[in-house]
């Protein structure tokens, strides 16, 4: 059993660049990381109509089921496997198969309002907000959106003017104050090698730990 040694927020607004954080600063690691984006943690909204789900406000924190990510968060921190939900922004909803889940020396909680909740900061080693120039953000967001997940540039527009934005101002950006350290300009790579080593000596001491433990009774 593997009881997670490290865990590591990234918050940032959207198109910030966390996922190429959370990928770059442990990719020396292999194995030894599990991610879990908050995003899979939108409340289940199977009991409306697309039309209905495609214009919830999913930048507002009351769109996420944060009950769900506690749990499953501590569950994982006790060295347990979770049934993690899976999203799909094209349909605007919940996969229905969820991800088995199990737990790794890294765990990286990542997503816009990873740094919001005041017990999930609680379990969180590290508290990283990744900070980018909104316009190079909406230009990723477009980019994404428009090439990934369907949609139209109207839309994505409209989107960001009347959600995306004031949330981020309201919400997201105050939720850097929780950060241990800001990441300025998204992944720069003085930042990701700094935090790269360091989570490389925190996977690394854990293994020296479980090396160097004594056993039998005289290690008292
Ligand atoms: O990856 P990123 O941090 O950008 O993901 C969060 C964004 O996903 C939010 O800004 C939210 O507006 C968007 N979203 C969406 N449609 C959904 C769920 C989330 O556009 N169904």
Known sequence: MTI???????????GAGKTTVARLITENVGEAVTRIPIDNYYEDLSHL???ERASINYDHPSAFEWDLLR??????????????????????NRKEDPKTVEPTDVVIVEGILALYDEDINEMLDLRLYVETDADVRILRRIQRDVIERGRDLEGVIDQYLSTVKPMHEQF???????????????????AVNLLE??????VGSDA?????RPSGPSAE
């Open 172 to 190: 997201i950006e105050p939720s850097k104050k929780h950060a241990d350290l800001i990441i300025p300009e998204g992944a720069n790579s003085v």
């Open 208 to 212: 020296m730990r479980d090396w160097e």
């Open 71 to 92: 749990d499953q968060l501590s569950t994982l921190l006790e060295g347990q496997s979770i049934e993690m939900p899976v999203y799909d922004f094209e349909i605007h």
């Open 197 to 202: 080593e360091k989570v490389q000596a925190e």
């Open 49 to 51: 109509e697309l039309e």
């Open 4 to 14: 997670p040694s490290f865990v590591i927020g990234i918050a940032g607004g959207t």
